[in-house]
Structure formats: structure tokens, C-alpha cells
């Protein structure tokens, strides 16, 4: 039998057994001796209640005590062993825990270094960015210098190339001065030769009569060949038909004047009839009774290819050749020049030039104004010689000018002032005919106006009387300015209407709306609203960054790889890299190597595919499904503003289009939720630039398709789509230019719902679009021409209404403040008992405070608010007439009184029949 020591641990024992502490030895030692005791308990129980079996019973007690000691080892053998496995299973849980732990130690520390390789990867991209913005900024700073020096050198260059064109044009005109004063003076000494030396030169009839021929065509190419043929012909016998072809010539330019003045002046040199003979050939053209005789054959083409010329172009041109003819010398007599300036300027004075109604007014005026071109030109031309003033022009230094003696100048003083008079007169007539037609034009606008305001817009005969009554003020206004500003004389003021706005023809007025102050007028009404569409927060700041626009680049990178197959169907489906589901996956991907280390099936590929799936859609406890729900709630700010920033933790391109989709989908009976879903749209196109063009380009082609089918249906979807376009707007998602442009096409078809959506889109947006520095102009311009379409249109009374408002929503009328009324205390006392304290509960204290007041001078005003009981509640009357009843008890004319002014008021209120006092005659 083995001993107790070989169970409790002796050298018999397993190595097993050996392995577990001695320490627990005295436990079973101590155990052992209660066994035996027990057993033998037992034993002697049995031998007590069998008395037969006394000596027996001791036997049996002894041998059961012998086979207790036999068990015991072996049931404490199997309680060690049993404890030995439990250990066994917590040592391997302990050490499943320590390696779970050390994997998600490390899972975090691989999670660290990504985040920081990824914070470093920003760090580096933003420095780039930074340094290649720096770069840029570098490159356009030296662009913009080098464009400013190219600027300031092509300037300096047009400044020098202008200085030498001046000194250039100086120099030519000093030049042609000499030469004007060198051909003076030998045309007043002329010394013509005699008949011996006409004798040498050629008297050839062929080529006389050619040359004559050629006199007709003067120009500046060919001065100096006719020049030279000049000299060597003799044309004694040909002087008048040499005069008749230089009076008919055609001198368009002023450099064919100059040619013929030259060959005027030779042949004046040599040929003493010329200048006689010359005169009255080219100042027919000015003489009254030869002018209808010549008009014809003056103004037509000498050659079948040639442009007729003007009988103004043919005047100015002879009115030039003889001022120059004068200058130079081939004749001295200034009276053929003031002759014809007296008859311009007696063409002026025509009585027809001043009366409005007369029917030859017009024909008038435009003679007036060929006369003033007229005079326009000879002014120019000999302001220096003939008048002794110096135009702008030909202002120059006393060291350019020639100096002209006594016997050089051309006219005397008298002469000369002679001549400053008639051209004083005419410019005096011009200024009357400007003022004249300067109120035509004020009263032609005033009536204009008063046609816009009444039909809207103005008819084709109105806008041609305009335009024709435009264009006459215009040019006289420039002939008038220019002769003063020659003469030296005052230009004459013109007083402007305030009340009239100068108009455009194909537009309407725009009159911009004056304020007090010259502060800008704010967009928004009130801070709180200006804070709702303009104080957006950041939600890079609140979220982390990868949940951006990196995290997209990083998922278009892995899909053009083909090494990462696997993950690019992953990322298709909708996979996110947010911090919360990565846990989640990881934890789901131990899971499954615990569970099974063989290779994963079809059928566990597409669960995990699927189960990606609903990570997308809910990560960190958002749920896609149950934002989308909860969007109708988001009521406020705060809770909008966390509906966005609960998105990015979810956010995909297919959530992404999931909730653009939900937002257009808005329930068209709820529009107190577009600012709202407007806001959150705003804050996320921060951050995702596909969001707000995906929304508007949605808003647009449902537009564009509610606006094409023409029918009179869906009007609230109609409102709640061009209100949210609005929304969109002001908080600058949708462009000015699509608002502009569904407005526009509104008002091109002004009927029916399209009159509700110009209105709800102005109601909506319109003030915005106003108070914006760079719409309001073209704002205005909207609803100038919405409301002259309002008043040609003949509207029902709604649409009308409607329009008014969203007019008056965007452009609030000027009224002065309403002034208040300021009353006496114990009126206003009086009024706050009876029309605001009274009530049924209250009828005996209002009616003691009332029997307190001293009713010799305060007795009519209790009456006449009495009498104004319609200003009060309708249920007060009764009560009113118990207050009546209870003071008449105590003044007894009140009851009388109260009554005769009652039935008067009724009776004049019958009467009169006024419909806003409909309340106070029921009252």
C-alpha cells in the first residue's frame, strides 16, 4: 500500500504532479484527518443501529476507515488535476490577452505612424505648395515689373514720338507760314514781264488747250508737273478758260487747295486779268441768285466713276480758296469775304430758326448748321491774319511766329473788327437756337417719361422724334462750344431738370436710389442674418483633414494601380478611412483569423464586401440612413451645422450624391427648410467642390423642364425651386448669372406662374441681389422693366398685389418716419383703462378709478374713448357698455350723451359709406 507521501507529491508522483507547489501539502494534510474521522462516523452509525454486529461493527468501522485512506489520493488527484487545467486555461487566456494587446499595441502604433507619415506627407505638400506659391508670386511680381517698365517705356516713347510729331508739325507750319508770307510778297509786287518774253515761250493750241483741260483736276501730286508746264506756256489768249476750269475744279483735299492756290498765285504773277477775272468765277458760289443755278452742275461727278460732291463740301472748299487766295495776296479786297459772312449770317437770323411750331423749322436749322460749319472753317483758317487771335491750333511762340509789318498785314483794325462783329453775331445766334432746342429736348424727355410711367415703354414714333430732336441738341451743342471757344466768349449754362433723367431709347431710366448717408447700404437687415448666410464654420478644423479631398486623391491613386486590385473594389464600394472604422474592421479581421485559418471563399469576399458596405454607410455611429431622416428636424442652426460635420464621417462620392439627392427632394410644402439644407450644401462645397454644382445643376434642369412644359400645374414645386435657386444664391453656391437668367426668362413670358416665380424668386433673393455693389445696376433694370410689364399687362388683383411686393421687398419706398402722437398723460391713462385693462374680471376697479377723475374737463375724453371702441377688442363691447352703464349711475348726462353720439356716428357713417371704416360702423 503506498504511503501518504507518495500522493501528497513523493518521488512515485508523475512529473506532472511534481510541477505543482509544495506549498498546498499541508491543505490535504489537514484534510485527510476530517475524512477519516467522517468515515469512521459513518461506520459507527451503521454499527449503532446494528447491535447484532458490535465486534462486527468495529471490524467494519476499522475497514472502512482503511478504504477511505485508499480514495483519498486518487479524488485528490483529480481536484489537482482539474486545478491544473484551470490554470493552464487562465495562463492561455492571459497570454491571448498579452498578445491581443501587443497586436493592438502595435495596430495603434502602426495607426501613429501612418497619421504622423501622413502629417509629415501634408507638411512636405504644404511647404511645396507654399514654396511654389512663393515662387509664383516671385515670377508674377517680375512679370507685373517688367509690364510696368514696358508700360512706362512705351509711354515715355509715345511721349517723345508726341513731342517730335509736335515739334515736326511746328516746324511744317512754321515753314508754310514763310512760304505764305514769301508768296504774299511777291504776289502785292508782282512784276509781270512783257510781249517780248511771252514771244519765247510755246503758243501750241494742242497744248494750251490741254493744259486748261488739266487745270480742272488739280491735285497735289500734280502741282509740280503743271507747275513746270506753267512756265513754259504762254496762255495770254487763255486766261479765262483757265479761270473757268480752276473755278470748276473739284479740291477735296487740303493739299489740292494749297496746289491751286500756288498755280493761282503764278498765274496772278504773270497775267495781270487772272485775279480779275478769278473773283466772281469762284464767289458765284455764294451769290443768292447764281446759288440755284450751280447747285446742280457743281454737285455733279465730273466723270461717270466718280462720288457727287456736296453743295457743303463744294462751299467749303471755295469758301477756303478764296480765304487762302486773300492771304497770299492775289487779291486785297476783304469785301468779297465779309459779303459772304454777311450772308450767313443773315441766313441766320431767319424768324423761322425760333418758332417751334413752324413746319420749314427744320429746314432751317440745317442750313444754320452748314453756315456754322462755314464759319467754323474760316475762323480756323484766318484767325491769326484776318481776325488777330490765336486759336489753340495755331498758338505758338513769338520766336516761331514770322513778324508781319504794316505793309504785310492784310487787313486794317476797322476791317478787322468788322469782321469779329458779324462772327460775334452769328456765335450769339447759335447759343439762342442751343437754348431753343435744349428745352424742346427737356420737354420731349418730360413726355417720354410720363409715356414710361403710364404704358411702360414708348412706341416707334416716339423713339424717332427723340432720337431726331437728340441729334439736332447734340450738334448745335458742338457748334455752339466750338465758336465760343474760338471767339474767346462764354459758353451760355444750360440748366439741367432734376426731375428728368436723360433717357436711352431701347432702355429705361436707372435711377439709382439715394440714400442719407453715403455709407453702402447693407446687404443683409440684421446681424443675426448676416451671420446665418455668411459665418460658416470651418470643417477643417472640426473634423480631421483625411476625410477630404486627400483621402479621395489617395482612393484615385489606388485605383489606377494595378498591384492593388483587391482594394480598388473595396474603395469603389464605398470603403472610408475614418479612425472609428478602421477599428471596427480590425477588430472584425481577428475575428476571423480566430475563427478560421484556412483561405476565405467567394461567398466570405462578398459578405465582406457587403459588410464594407454598411461601415460606409454608418461609421462611428453615424448612419447614413438615419442622418437622411433626421434632416427634416434640423431646425436651426446648431443642429444643421452638426448634421455637416456628422456627414464627413461618412462621406463618399456615393453618400455624397445620396444626400444631394435627398436634399433636392426637399417636401415642397416645407420651404422654412431651404435655408437650412442651403446652409448645410454651403458648408460642405467648402470642402467638397462637387457637392453645390451637383445640387444647382439639378435645380436648373428641373427649372429649365417646369419652365418648357407651359402648363398651369405643380406650382409649389415651381415656388420651391426657384426659392431654393434663391437660397443658394445668397449664400453665393448658385451664380448671379443663373438667377439673372431664370428671371429674365420669366419676365420674357410674363403670365400666368411664371408672374409667382419672378415673385418668390425677388422675395427670396432680390434685396440681396440689390444691395450687392455689382448687381444692383442690373437688378434695377430687372424690375424697372417687371414693372412696366405690370402696368401694360392687364393683371388680376393677386398678381398685381404680388408683384408690388416683391418690388417693394426688394426696393423699400422712402417714407419718413411716422410721427407719434403725443397725448396728455390723463388721456393716455384713460385709454390704457379702457381699451387695453378693462375686462369682465376688472369692470369695478376701472370703474372706481374712473369715477375719481374730475369730470368738468375730463368727462368729453372718457366719451370719445368710449366711442372708440373698435380700436379695442371686439369682445370688450358688452363690457364697455356695463362700465357706460355703471358711470351713468353717477353722471347722469353721460348715458344722453353716449347715446346721441353713437346714433350721430352711425347715421354719418351710412352716409359717408367709407370702406376702411367698415370695422368702426359694426363696432
Given at each position: ?16 504532479q511534481?510541477?505543482?507547489?509544495q506549498p ?7 484534510q485527510?484527518p476530517q475524512?477519516?474521522?467522517g ?5 459507527n ?19 472502512g476507515?482503511?478504504?477511505t485512506?485508499?480514495s483519498?489520493p486518487q479524488?485528490?488527484n ?32 502602426k495607426e501613429?505612424?501612418r ?26 511680381a ?7 517698365e ?29 512760304e ?5 510778297r511777291?504776289n ?24 486748261v483741260?488739266k ?30 476750269s480752276?473755278?470748276e ?21 504773270r ?9 466772281p ?7 443768292p ?8 452742275a ?30 497770299v ?7 468779297v ?29 440745317t ?11 474760316f475762323i480756323?483758317l ?18 516761331q511766329?514770322?513778324?508781319v ?7 486794317s483794325p ?10 460775334r453775331?452769328f456765335?450769339?445766334?447759335?447759343k ?13 424727355e ?5 409715356a ?6 414708348l412706341?416707334?414714333?416716339e ?17 455752339a ?36 448717408s ?10 443675426d442674418?448676416r ?7 470651418d470643417?477643417?478644423?472640426?473634423v ?16 489606377n ?36 485559418g484556412?483561405?476565405?471563399?467567394d461567398?466570405?469576399?462578398k459578405k465582406k464586401?457587403?459588410s464594407?458596405?454598411?461601415?460606409n ?8 440612413e438615419?442622418?437622411l431622416q ?6 436651426n442652426r446648431d443642429l ?27 417636401p ?5 427648410l ?10 460642405l ?19 429649365n ?5 407651359k402648363?398651369q400645374?405643380n ?8 426659392k ?15 438667377i ?43 424690375l ?9 399687362k392687364?393683371?388680376?388683383n393677386?398678381?398685381d398685389?404680388?408683384v ?15 410721427k ?11 385709454h ?47 363690457v ?10 353717477h353722471?347722469k348726462?353721460?348715458?344722453v ?13 351710412i352716409e ?5 371704416q ?6
Amino acid at each position: 500500500m503506498p504511503s501518504e507521501n507518495s500522493y501528497l507529491g513523493g518521488p512515485s508522483m508523475p512529473p506532472q504532479q511534481q510541477y505543482q507547489p509544495q506549498p498546498q501539502q499541508p491543505q490535504y494534510q489537514q484534510q485527510q484527518p476530517q475524512q477519516s474521522f467522517g468515515g469512521g462516523g459513518r461506520n459507527n452509525a451503521r454499527g449503532a443501529s446494528q447491535p447484532r454486529r458490535g465486534g462486527g461493527g468495529n471490524k467494519q468501522g476499522g475497514g472502512g476507515g482503511g478504504r477511505t485512506s485508499r480514495s483519498q489520493p486518487q479524488s485528490s488527484n483529480t481536484h489537482l488535476a482539474q486545478q491544473q487545467q484551470q490554470q493552464q486555461q487562465q495562463q492561455q487566456q492571459q497570454q491571448h490577452q498579452q498578445q491581443q494587446q501587443v497586436n493592438e499595441q502595435e495596430q495603434r502604433e502602426k495607426e501613429a505612424e501612418r497619421v504622423r507619415l501622413e502629417a509629415e506627407a501634408q507638411e512636405q505638400a504644404k511647404a511645396l505648395e507654399i514654396e511654389r506659391q512663393k515662387k509664383q508670386a516671385e515670377e508674377k511680381a517680375r512679370k507685373e515689373q517688367a509690364e510696368r517698365e514696358a508700360e512706362l517705356k512705351r509711354q515715355e516713347d509715345a511721349r517723345l514720338a508726341k513731342e517730335a510729331e509736335e515739334a515736326q508739325k511746328a516746324l511744317e507750319a512754321q515753314k508754310a507760314r514763310q512760304e505764305m508770307l514769301e508768296l504774299r510778297r511777291l504776289n502785292r509786287n508782282a512784276s509781270r514781264p512783257d510781249d517780248a518774253f511771252f514771244k519765247t515761250l510755246d503758243s501750241n493750241f494742242k497744248k494750251n488747250t490741254a493744259f486748261v483741260k488739266k487745270l480742272s483736276k488739280i491735285t497735289d501730286e500734280s502741282k509740280e508737273k503743271l507747275c513746270q508746264e506753267l512756265r513754259g506756256l504762254n496762255l495770254s489768249r487763255y486766261v479765262s478758260e483757265a479761270v473757268s476750269s480752276i473755278a470748276e475744279s473739284r479740291l477735296t483735299k487740303n493739299g489740292d487747295i494749297t496746289a491751286a492756290v500756288h498755280i493761282c498765285s503764278l498765274m496772278h504773277q504773270r497775267y495781270a486779268t487772272f485775279s480779275k477775272l478769278l473773283l466772281p468765277a469762284i464767289a458765284r458760289y455764294f451769290d443768292p441768285k447764281q446759288q440755284a443755278q450751280l447747285s446742280a452742275a457743281s454737285t455733279a461727278p465730273a466723270t461717270p466713276g466718280e462720288a457727287p460732291i456736296s453743295e457743303l463740301q463744294r462751299k467749303r472748299t471755295t469758301l477756303r480758296l478764296l480765304t487762302e487766295l486773300f492771304l497770299v495776296g492775289v487779291y486785297t479786297d476783304p469785301s468779297v469775304l465779309s459779303s459772304i459772312l454777311k450772308e450767313l449770317v443773315k441766313a441766320c437770323k431767319n424768324p423761322v430758326l425760333r418758332d417751334r411750331d413752324s413746319k420749314d423749322r427744320e429746314a432751317a436749322l440745317t442750313t444754320f448748321h452748314q453756315n456754322a460749319l462755314l464759319v467754323i472753317s474760316f475762323i480756323r483758317l484766318g484767325s491769326e491774319d484776318i481776325l488777330g487771335i490765336a486759336t489753340d491750333k495755331n498758338q505758338r511762340s513769338p520766336a516761331q511766329l514770322e513778324p508781319v509789318t504794316a505793309e504785310d498785314a492784310v487787313v486794317s483794325p476797322e476791317q478787322q473788327k468788322q469782321f469779329l462783329q458779324l462772327l460775334r453775331t452769328f456765335a450769339n445766334t447759335a447759343k439762342d437756337v442751343l437754348v431753343d432746342e435744349h428745352k424742346i429736348l427737356r420737354n420731349t424727355e418730360k413726355e417720354n417719361h410720363r409715356a414710361l410711367q403710364a404704358k411702360g415703354e414708348l412706341n416707334e414714333t416716339e423713339k424717332s422724334h427723340y432720337e431726331k430732336v437728340r441729334k439736332s441738341y447734340e450738334r448745335f451743342l458742338s457748334c455752339a462750344s466750338t465758336l465760343c471757344e474760338l471767339l474767346g466768349e462764354e459758353m451760355v449754362v444750360l440748366q439741367e431738370d432734376e426731375n428728368t433723367t436723360r433717357l436711352v431709347v431701347d432702355a429705361t431710366p436707372v435711377k439709382p436710389k439715394e440714400t442719407k448717408s453715403n455709407e453702402p447700404e447693407p446687404i443683409f437687415d440684421d446681424e443675426d442674418t448676416r451671420s446665418f448666410y455668411e459665418d460658416l464654420p470651418d470643417l477643417r478644423q472640426l473634423v480631421p483633414a483625411v476625410l477630404f479631398g486627400d483621402s479621395e486623391a489617395k482612393s484615385k491613386s489606388k485605383q489606377n494601380s494595378k498591384e492593388d486590385a483587391a482594394v480598388d473594389t473595396k474603395d469603389k464600394e464605398g470603403e472610408v478611412t475614418s479612425p472609428r472604422q478602421e477599428g471596427v474592421t480590425a477588430e472584425t479581421a481577428e475575428g476571423n483569423t480566430e475563427q478560421s485559418g484556412s483561405e476565405e471563399t467567394d461567398e466570405d469576399k462578398k459578405k465582406k464586401a457587403k459588410s464594407s458596405a454598411v461601415a460606409n454607410d454608418s461609421a462611428g455611429g453615424v448612419s447614413l440612413e438615419g442622418l437622411l431622416q433626421r434632416l427634416p428636424s434640423c431646425v436651426n442652426r446648431d443642429l444643421i451645422d452638426k448634421a455637416a460635420i456628422d456627414f464627413c464621417y461618412i462621406n463618399s462620392k456615393g453618400n455624397r450624391k445620396k444626400l444631394v439627392k435627398t436634399v433636392f427632394n426637399a417636401p415642397r410644402t416645407q420651404l422654412a427648410l431651404l435655408p437650412y439644407y442651403s446652409r448645410l450644401v454651403a458648408e460642405l462645397n467648402l470642402c467638397m467642390k462637387d457637392v453645390g454644382p451637383m445640387l444647382v445643376a439639378m435645380l436648373e434642369e428641373e427649372f429649365n423642364f417646369l419652365f418648357k412644359k407651359k402648363d398651369q400645374m405643380n406650382i409649389e414645386t415651381k415656388i420651391k425651386n426657384i426659392k431654393f435657386l434663391g437660397e443658394l444664391c445668397k449664400f453665393k453656391v448658385a451664380s448671379h448669372n443663373l438667377i439673372f437668367t431664370c428671371l429674365k426668362e420669366c419676365l420674357d413670358d410674363f403670365l400666368h406662374h411664371n408672374i409667382d416665380i419672378a415673385c418668390a424668386l425677388l422675395e427670396t433673393c432680390g434685396r440681396f441681389l440689390y444691395r450687392t455693389p455689382e448687381t444692383q445696376v442690373r437688378t434695377k433694370h430687372m424690375l424697372d422693366i417687371m414693372m412696366r410689364l405690370k402696368n401694360t399687362k392687364n393683371l388680376e388683383n393677386r398678381l398685381d398685389t404680388a408683384v408690388e411686393n416683391a418690388f417693394y421687398m426688394c426696393i423699400p419706398p422712402d417714407r419718413p418716419a411716422r410721427k407719434e402722437k403725443l397725448l396728455p398723460p390723463i388721456v393716455r391713462y384713460i385709454h390704457k383703462l379702457i381699451l387695453t385693462d378693462l375686462s369682465k374680471h376688472n369692470v369695478k376697479a376701472v370703474l372706481k378709478q374712473l369715477r375719481k377723475i374730475n369730470w368738468e374737463q375730463d368727462g368729453n375724453v372718457v366719451l370719445d374713448t368710449m366711442l372708440k371702441v373698435h380700436k379695442g377688442k371686439f369682445s370688450n363691447i358688452p363690457v364697455v357698455a356695463s362700465l357706460a352703464a355703471g358711470l351713468s349711475k353717477h353722471q347722469k348726462q353721460l348715458g344722453v350723451h353716449l347715446v346721441d353720439l353713437l346714433l350721430e356716428e352711425i347715421r354719418r357713417g351710412i352716409e359717408v359709406n367709407i370702406f376702411k371704416q367698415q370695422q368702426r360702423r359694426v363696432a
